[in-house]
RNA sequence: GCGGCCAUAGCUCAGUUGGUUAGAGCACAAGAUUGUGAUUCUUGGGGUCGCGGGUUCGAAUCCCGUUGGCCGCCCCA
């Protein structure tokens, strides 16, 4: 039993664990790159303040925090938002528009390990900055959907959710709550689906019991599931800030439907994300059996750049993470199996041959094939089994007799069919055989 | 931070009312087989039974604590 154990949350990535996670990562990095973002990367580790100031105080228990050498208070990273907030920031006159960025990196939290989190675990996350209007949500939530789906995941198997903190504030404010009333409510919203009624328990303790008619009003709300429900229940009110709105959620439905994604996505306004920096379309993803966490979430956060230093700049993003997103393609059965491949197993007789063999698999190495040979000294017929177990489609022969006549005798593992080529030809011989195969 | 269940070889597990030196399959390695493959056979390495304490003549087994894991609550940027 081993003496030390990694920390609690913290995963191991074992040679196949590791394939899976790459796997996940290049479908992301392929995907966002064809959507013309530009990939990113920041410090693992920040000022604590960094994420006080976004997030307040109380964000440092969920923190992997501490009093560096120099004394100052630093955090591992929760998150990536702050930080490209940050960068973008810095150099937002000097970035050609418009913003579109993405970045994979690890993430660290303290909190209780569960199914579906862990202390630390990747994200992949992509941003649009200084577009207002819904064509940025248009382009995200787009990325967003086929992120997921280029696993080969359906809108059997996922969906996202689409809601918008604006028209919530909208739609309270008519019925005449207060503003902070307004962030109770959202909250009990919040928690709704899961805790039903005694969701609203902590709204009523701070601001008093809710009038059994607005009550009824915040559920009709919450039950609206189309763009006509919408409007319907939203035409009572009217205003110029709310048609404006509207106008906008028509343009990002349409657009999305335009992209071919309407069976991905649901009007749904029991999503309204929990801290509050979120100022207009939110939105999350979940598998369609409702039995794993959030995939992905997101939404538009225009104040936050200005917030921590920048200057005034619209921005929306989401991330998705790593730990559901294989669990999901677990239980759906596409993770492909992963078998690192050998293209050439060289059969060496002993030490002398050794000497020879070293030469071809050195060039054939440098030339692009994965070659791999014994380590040590092995019976022909333990190197021959081991060459089918690495998965090589070619063997070449370094025998005594072979060097004798100034040949390597060539197997073909797959019909076993050998035949000898002069020593200096093997390159060109190994060349032809796969250059041949690919046809 | 709170509660429930669990912990024996790298993995999956067995281990009788507490009783000799804790087992099996898989995996790994060596040999049978010193120049030609997936089978087969033989053999081997690997365990302070998660850790610490207690009860007992004797603990993998019973009791307490602790650490870790899974699940739920809080939280979820």
Redesign the pocket.
Request: proline residues 4%; aromatic residues 6%.
């Given at each position: 039993?081993a003496q030390f154990?990694s920390l609690?949350?913290f995963r191991e990535f074992y040679p196949e664990a590791f394939a899976r996670r790459n796997h996940i990562f290049r479908l992301w990095r392929q995907t966002a790159n064809t959507f013309g973002f530009q990939e990113y990367d920041a410090p693992v580790l920040e000022p604590l303040e960094l994420?006080k100031t976004k997030?307040g105080d109380e964000?440092e228990a969920?923190?992997f925090s501490f009093t560096d050498k120099g004394g100052r208070e630093v955090a591992l990273r929760?998150?990536m938002?702050p930080t490209v907030c940050r960068l973008v920031g810095a150099k937002a006159n000097a970035l050609k528009r418009p913003i579109k960025w993405f970045s994979i990196a690890e993430f660290y939290?303290y909190?209780?390990?569960?199914?579906g989190?862990e202390r630390a675990f990747f994200q992949f996350n992509a941003d649009i900055f200084g577009e207002p209007g819904p064509e940025a949500e248009i382009e995200l939530i787009g990325l967003l959907v086929q992120c997921i789906r280029s696993f080969g995941l359906t809108a059997q198997d996922f969906y996202v959710r689409l809601s918008d903190r604006n028209l919530w504030f909208y739609y309270l404010e008519a019925l005449g709550f207060t503003e902070a009333q307004t962030r109770g409510i959202l909250g009990a919203i919040d928690?709704y689906e899961?805790?039903g009624d005694d969701a609203f328990n902590a709204y009523t303790e701070t601001h008093g019991a809710l009038a059994p008619e607005s009550k009824d009003k915040i559920l009709a709300f919450l039950g609206v599931k189309s763009l006509a429900a919408l409007e319907q229940i939203l035409a009572s009110i009217g205003g110029e800030k709310l048609a404006a709105r509207l106008l906008d959620w028509r343009k990002l439905l349409g657009g999305l439907e335009a992209m071919g994604l309407a069976d991905f996505v649901e009007v749904d306004f029991g999503v309204v994300?929990?801290?509050a920096y979120y100022t207009g379309f939110v939105f999350e993803a979940f598998d369609r059996k409702g039995e794993l966490?959030a995939i992905a979430?997101g939404g538009r956060y225009n104040d936050l750049v200005a917030k921590l230093g920048g200057p005034d700049l619209p921005a929306v993003g989401f991330a998705i993470g790593d730990v559901t997103m294989g669990l999901l393609l677990e239980q759906r059965g596409l993770m492909p199996a992963f078998v690192q491949t050998t293209d050439v197993y060289a059969v060496i007789?002993g030490e002398a041959e050794r000497a020879a063999a070293f030469g071809d698999i050195f060039a054939l190495r440098a030339g692009g094939y994965r070659v791999e040979y014994p380590l040590k000294d092995?019976?022909?017929?333990?190197q021959?089994?081991a060459?089918?177990e690495s998965g090589a489609k070619l063997a070449l022969?370094y025998?005594?007799?072979?060097l004798a006549k100034g040949v390597v005798?060539i197997?073909d593992?797959s019909d076993?069919s050998?035949h000898e080529v002069p020593r200096d030809q093997v390159f060109a011989a190994v060349r032809d055989f796969f250059s041949g195969g690919a046809e």
């Open positions: 039993m154990q609690p949350g994420y997030s964000i969920q923190l929760p998150e938002t939290r909190e209780r390990a569960q199914k989190r928690k899961k805790m994300r929990g801290l966490r979430g007789g092995a019976a022909f017929g333990k021959f089994k060459a089918a022969i025998g005594t007799e072979e005798k197997r593992l076993r050998e």
